[in-house]
């Protein structure tokens, strides 16, 4: 069975400095999506980012980046410029290219000082 | 505006009562999903319907029932609820039941068993 592990129960960043957060899963399979989902204070569900494991290029949106490193199994998120809105817990999830099940893993709360 | 509506927002309910947490989306979406989130443990799928008529079970099916009579409904239903359901429950919906299209979510359902 697909595992999610986020061995980060909390992280600090000062305003517009940059964070990582890290993301690690284990599969036996080739094809699959992995995904960073967003949840602030509200309890929205809010997809940052995904990343289709076929392609080499790491995604990109904005502030938000992710470090796939197939091999190893690791799917980490950068946010560079952190804003006090990005404050929020932050969920690293795995998908199959022909499933439609996602598994997510436990969490990051991210806090951002000002 | 287009989304997921979850009812009710919140519930307190006594042990060995029934419960049904509704689920209506307007985005004509053929997959829909239930997920609890618990902390430590993520979101965990509940059952989940690629299509109108039809419903699977995911990785934490025991004490749930689901029905998908048309395309904008997915009830969920805990026939008799225990203290363990205690959870925050989202309702989730996709255009495919591939993850080719990511996953829309509603605001959830803060459920407490007592």
């Known amino acids: 069975a697909q595992t999610v592990t986020q061995s980060q129960p909390e992280m600090s960043v000062q305003e517009a400095e940059t964070v990582t957060l890290s993301c690690t899963y284990d599969?036996?399979?080739?094809?699959?999506?992995l995904f960073w989902y967003k949840q602030p204070p509200s309890r929205q569900m809010i997809l940052v980012i995904r990343q289709e494991a076929y392609k080499q290029q790491n995604a990109t949106e904005n502030r938000f980046s992710v470090n796939f490193q197939k091999a190893a199994k690791s799917f980490s998120l950068k946010i560079s410029d952190s804003q006090l809105g990005d404050a929020a817990m932050y969920f690293c999830a795995y998908g199959m290219e022909y499933g439609n099940k996602l598994v997510f893993g436990a969490g990051t709360i991210l806090r951002v000082k000002s | 505006i287009a989304g997921i509506t979850q009812a009710p927002t919140s519930q307190i309910l006594a042990a060995g009562r029934r419960m049904t947490l509704r689920c209506t989306q307007d985005?004509?979406?053929?997959?829909m999903y239930w997920y609890r989130q618990d902390l430590g443990l993520g979101l965990r799928l509940i059952h989940y319907s690629n299509t109108a008529g039809t419903t699977g079970k995911g990785e934490v099916p025991d004490g749930y029932s689901v029905s998908r009579a048309n395309t904008d409904d997915f009830p969920l239903t805990l026939a008799s609820a225990v203290p363990s359901q205690t959870s925050v429950y989202f309702c989730?919906?996709?255009?495919?039941?591939?993850?080719?299209?990511?996953?829309?979510f509603g605001n959830g359902t803060r459920l407490t068993v007592t």
């Open positions: 985005m004509r979406h053929n997959a």
């Open positions: 989730a919906s996709s255009s495919t039941g591939r993850l080719g299209s990511p996953l829309h």
């Open positions: 599969t036996s399979e080739s094809d699959y999506y």
